[in-house]
């Protein structure tokens, strides 16, 4: 048992190292510290403190230490044997200058539990690998055999692994069970990383044996590829070949050149080496340095226009301006002039009904400039990368869109066509309409990056053509930077024209028959029409004319002396069927107090729509039907309490508002919103209350307020055409709109009546019928 008695002892610092009990080591006495207390310990039998100090201070436990024997006058030594713990207690005064302290040996236990034993037996284990993987398994033994488990805990020591303050740590750990249970953790911490860096280097080590060997192998693949005149060097002369040829871009030409150094030391075996290769044909197929020259004859392109179009005067303008300034431009030298780069005009967006020949247009503006004409589906979109492409890095990646339709139009200045815009949608893939902003924006779209290709493509040249049912899907900073051209529909004459020199002859050529075999009569185009279509553009149209011809050509098929087959309104009854489309509908849904007609504008053009109001005994309020917006349930409240506030004024009884009202708006399944049905309610209310019918020949279109100000709408082209095709004569419109009226076509303006009014007032007198 050792002694626990308290003593005091001079203290010898140790600034490097731990001494620990049963340790005997030599330490040298260099500074004046050192002799004194090697001095100091003759007082006590040569006995001293040992106690390890850090930057932070001396450590709370240190180790009673004898001094064995002390040698050598140049460089004298000190041979110390470690006794026993001891905490350090407070400085005493001594007989010279050193530190004495109080010493309170600690007594190491001689009984231990199971838990220890256990722990010695895993501690053995785990030093005895450690000590295998090092290469001195052999010393093991001999270590390992002492029975005491503090002194075996103690032999951490000597781990080169252990910090400094490792060492002090299980020093001052006096709990034996506490000591063991702490510097096994750290052991099989050590064994766990021995492991993982033997793993890493056999890997390491097996890798490099294996590209040795694939070496070996290709060279002597490449010897035998030689003798058989197989050289791999074909696929790389090849690329090289196909760059010379071309009068490639300087940029793409390096990254090219550099593609094909990476791929001729690659080996044939590496996944890289397919992804390179595909890489480098894309590029390659993209038409750097191909344009195609322009038509600048704005006469020819006129001609071209009106040949393919009848109608559309504004988009048709805009053409041949575009092309008045590329030619101007080209006479003063300033294509290719970085600093009027973009000044060619904005992207062209053209928005209108599905019909009205916005997508045609495309193909049409390509042939009058010459140019090749590619057109992408914008709808439905939801991926950045179908825009931008897709990096590298993926498998089955590419590139976008755009640089998939420069490829296939192989020309740098096609006419673009991007078709739906309005159907782009997005969701965590990405927002396809942010990559456009790039592709659209005529200052930016001359550096436009493809993330598959990871090189600029001037995109200046390309002439974009947009087109788009509605405005409201398009997010705002894209379609500002649009020119918007809209496209409201047709007239039934312009229809009719259109049937004539287009619709019909195309049906005519696709059915396999010849101009003088079947007769339309110009008056069974109008009755067609007239009385089989409502709607702004010409689909309908042409399905019907191509009934018509295949009934033609059923008839010659069956006798071909039938030939030529003439077709005349009569006769549209039975090749068509009845007629759908009911130009006096107005007339029988006004019938009865209570309904009035409206005009909108939806994703298929003009329309019109028919406010139904009705009053039923019970709790007073308002009931509101048919699918409709925010914005059109505000407009009907707004109504109901106009007509509630100036009921004197407009002859109705105060109890005849006491009652239940509902508005309905038909058709039911289809969703509608917007202010422009303020009238129309107001006067359907006004109409219910005081008996007098809605005239049936008269729609409007306006937004209503509290005081009854009649304010302006936006789609009044649309609107009025719409009017028009559902056999009105007359149309109610703000006073602000009056200037849109100059929209429409005269062959309509001359067959209607417009009632230009800013007074909810005036629209009831001119709407009902008399009292």
Known sequence: MADTSTVTLPVLPLRNGVVFPHMVVTVGIESDEARRAIAAAEETGGRLLLIPRTEEGFATVGTIAEIQEVSGESQPSALIAGVQRARVGAGQPGTSDVLWVEAFPVAEPVNHSGIVDDMVTEYRAVVSEIMDQRGIGGAASRILGIEDPGQLADLAVYSPDLSLEQKIEVLETTDVEERLELVLSWMNEILADMHLRRKVREDATDRIDKTQREFLLRQQMESIRSELGEGTSDVISEYRQKLAERD?????????????????????????????????????????????????????????????????????????????????????????????????????????????????????????????????????????????????????????????????????????????????????????????????????????????????????????????????????????????????????????????????????????????????????????????????????????????????????????????????????????????????????????????????????????????????????????????????????????????????????????LARRFHVHVPAGAIPKDGPSAGITMTTALVSLLTGRKVRHEIGMTGEVTLQGRVLPIGGVKQKVLAAHRAGLTEVIVPERNEADLDDVPDEVRNEMTFHVLSEIGNVIDVALEPA
């Open 248 to 656: 490639l871009p300087e940029k793409v030409a390096d990254a090219i050149n550099k593609e094909v150094d990476r791929l001729e030391r690659m080996s044939d075996q590496s996944p890289e080496h397919s992804w390179t290769r595909t890489w480098l044909d894309t590029v390659l197929d993209v038409p750097w340095e191909t344009t195609t020259e322009d038509n600048l004859d704005l006469d020819e392109a006129r001609q071209v226009l009106n040949a393919d179009h009848t109608g559309l005067e504004d988009v048709k303008e805009r053409i041949v301006e575009h092309l008045a300034v590329r030619k101007l431009r080209a006479e003063r030298g300033l294509e290719g002039n970085q600093d009027t780069r973009g000044t060619a005009g904005s992207i062209i967006l053209l928005v209108g009904p599905p019909g009205v020949g916005k997508t045609s247009m495309g193909e049409s503006v390509a042939r009058a400039l010459g140019r090749k004409f590619v057109r992408v589906a914008l709808g439905g979109i939801r991926d950045e990368a179908e825009v931008r492409g897709h990096r590298r890095t993926y498998v089955g990646s590419r590139p976008g869109r755009i640089v998939r339709a420069l490829t296939e139009a192989e020309t740098m200045n096609p006419v673009f066509l991007l078709d739906e815009m309005d159907k782009v949608g997005s969701d965590w893939r990405g927002d396809p309409s942010s990559a456009l902003l790039e592709v659209l924006d005529p200052a930016q779209n001359h550096t436009f990056r493809d993330n598959y290709l990871e090189m600029d493509l001037d995109l200046s040249n390309v002439l974009f053509l947009a087109t788009a049912n509605v405005l409201e899907s398009i997010p705002a900073p894209l379609l500002d930077r649009t020119e918007v051209i809209h496209l409201d529909g047709y007239t039934d004459r312009e229809k009719v024209t259109i049937a004539r020199n287009h619709l019909l002859p195309r049906q005519i050529e696709r059915s396999g028959l010849r101009s003088d075999e079947v007769e339309v009569s110009d008056e069974a185009l109008a009755a067609v029409v007239d009385g089989y279509t409502r709607e702004a553009g010409v689909r309908t149209l042409e399905r019907l004319l191509g009934k018509l011809v295949r009934k033609a050509v059923t008839t010659i098929a069956q006798d071909s002396e039938a030939a030529p087959v003439t077709v005349n309104p009569d006769d549209l009854r039975e090749m068509l069927g009845k007629k759908p489309a009911i130009r006096d509908e107005a007339k029988d849904r006004t019938s009865l107090p209570g309904v009035a007609t409206g005009l909108a504008v939806t994703g298929s053009g003009g329309d019109v729509l028919f406010v139904e109001a009705t009053a039923m005994d019970g709790e007073p309020g308002l009931v509101l039907t048919g699918q409709l917006g925010d914005v059109m349930k505000e407009s009907a409240r707004i109504a109901l309490s106009y007509v509630a506030s100036n009921a004197g004024a407009l002859g109705i009884a105060d109890t005849a």
